[in-house]
T-cell receptor
Framework: GQNIDQPTEMTATEGAIVQINCTYQ??????LFWYQQHAGEAPTFLSY????GLEEKGRFSSFLSRSKGYSYLLLKELQMKDSASYLC???????????FGPGTRLSVLP | SAVISQKPSRDICQRGTSLTIQCQVD?????MFWYRQQPGQSLTLIAT?????????ESGFVIDKFPISRPNLTFSTLTVSNMSPEDSSIYLC??????????FGPGTRLTVL
């Protein structure tokens, strides 16, 4: 089976940096994905890690350690529009089973 | 990324009735996925729909309750049958991208009274 954990809520200040952690325990692994979901909208894809290390994409970076079952999403230069839920998702070895974590609700304050 | 549309965008239904949700993609895709997102919760995969074969359902979801059609490579439907208030949720379809990420449709917000 799969188990994914994330903090429920986080708060940060505009212009700051925030790190959202995700830990997972899976029977197989074929990639870890991060999504952003604004209230009332569908999730949108942010990043993908399948090998260990850091993937950088503008203000967003994602890190993966497969041996530790750990990932984080780093958001720099926070903006008010970054207030959203951030979902960590793992794909299993078969490649078809996509399991989402509970999501972290981030509030960016002025 | 694919452009995905869903109909209806929202509906309010009576207990015991059924609703069919349509998902249309602007390109041909092998697999389409159906998710449910209950209020305040994360996403749960209901089933994977391949064209020309039976859908594959995840644990806790059955074909009698959530029948799925996949008549061609750009279209799928999900029916929520014999609805109860517990079925009130957002239903999303998705397709796979080049990095195996999921691209989601806008969702169908269902309220069952």
């Amino acid at each position: 089976g799969q188990n994914i954990d994330q903090p429920t809520e986080m708060t940060a200040t505009e212009g700051a940096i925030v790190q959202i952690n995700c830990t997972y325990q899976t029977s197989g692994f074929n990639g870890l994905f991060w999504y952003q979901q604004h209230a009332g909208e569908a999730p949108t894809f942010l990043s993908y890690n399948v090998l260990d290390g850091l993937e950088e994409k503008g203000r967003f970076s994602s890190f993966l350690s497969r041996s530790k079952g750990y990932s984080y999403l780093l958001l720099k230069e926070l903006q008010m529009k970054d207030s959203a839920s951030y979902l960590c998702a793992v794909r299993d070895m078969g490649g078809q089973n996509f399991v989402f974590g509970p999501g972290t609700r981030l509030s960016v304050l002025p | 990324s694919a452009v995905i549309s869903q109909k209806p965008s929202r509906d309010i239904c009576q207990r015991g009735t059924s609703l069919t949700i349509q998902c249309q993609v602007d390109s041909q895709v092998t697999m389409m996925f159906w998710y449910r997102q209950q209020p305040g919760q994360s996403l749960t995969l209901i089933a994977t729909a391949n064209q020309g074969s039976e859908a594959t359902y995840e644990s806790g979801f059955v074909i009698d309750k959530f029948p799925i059609s996949r008549p061609n490579l750009t279209f799928s439907t999900l029916t929520v049958s014999n609805m109860s208030p517990e079925d009130s949720s957002i239903y999303l379809c998705s397709v796979e991208g080049s990095s195996r990420e999921q691209f989601f449709g806008p969702g169908t917000r269902l309220t069952v009274l």
